[in-house]
C-alpha cells in the first residue's frame, strides 16, 4: 500500500508562505486522486484542495472555498511527491495539514470518507 508523509509544516507569519510536501512511497500516485485536508484545534476536518487525473476529459483541481486564490495544488509524478503552496496565510489557516490519496477515484473528493489512505499530518502556525 501507499505511503503518505507529509512535510514542510512551521511557523509563519500572516502574510508569509509555505509549501508542504507530500511523498508518496510504493506504488505510484500518479492514477490517484490526491488531496489535502486540515484540522483546526475543536474543529471538523475541512477539504483545502484535491487534484484528479481521473476526471472525465481530464485533470480537474478543486480548492476550498476558504483557500481559493491563496493555495495551490501540484503534483511531481517523476517524485511521486505532492505538493501545497500557501501564500497569503492568515492566522485561520493555522492547523494539521493532511496529504490523503483516493485509489480508486470511490468518491466525491471534497470529502474525507472518499480516501484511502493518509499521511501522519504536518503542523502548520500562522501567527498575528
Known amino acids: 500500500q501507499v505511503q503518505l508523509v507529509e512535510s514542510g509544516g512551521g511557523w509563519v507569519q500572516a502574510g508569509g508562505s509555505l509549501r508542504l510536501s507530500c511523498a508518496a512511497s510504493?506504488?505510484?500516485?500518479?492514477?490517484?486522486?490526491m488531496a489535502w485536508f486540515r484540522e483546526a484545534p475543536g474543529k471538523a476536518r475541512e477539504f483545502v484542495a484535491s487534484?484528479?487525473?481521473?476526471?472525465?476529459?481530464?485533470?480537474?483541481?478543486y480548492y476550498g472555498n476558504s483557500v481559493k486564490g491563496r493555495f495551490t495544488i501540484s503534483r511531481d509524478n517523476a517524485k511521486n511527491t505532492v505538493y501545497l503552496e500557501m501564500d497569503t496565510l492568515k492566522p485561520d489557516d493555522t492547523a494539521v495539514y493532511y496529504c490523503?490519496?483516493?485509489?480508486?477515484?470511490?468518491?466525491?473528493?471534497?470529502?474525507?470518507?472518499?480516501?484511502?489512505?493518509w499521511g501522519q499530518g504536518t503542523q502548520v502556525t500562522v501567527s498575528s
Open positions: 490523503a490519496a483516493d485509489v480508486n477515484w470511490s468518491g466525491n473528493s471534497n470529502y474525507p470518507i472518499a480516501y484511502d489512505f
Open positions: 510504493g506504488p505510484s500516485i500518479s492514477n490517484y486522486v
Open positions: 487534484h484528479n487525473s481521473r476526471f472525465y476529459g481530464g485533470e480537474r483541481l
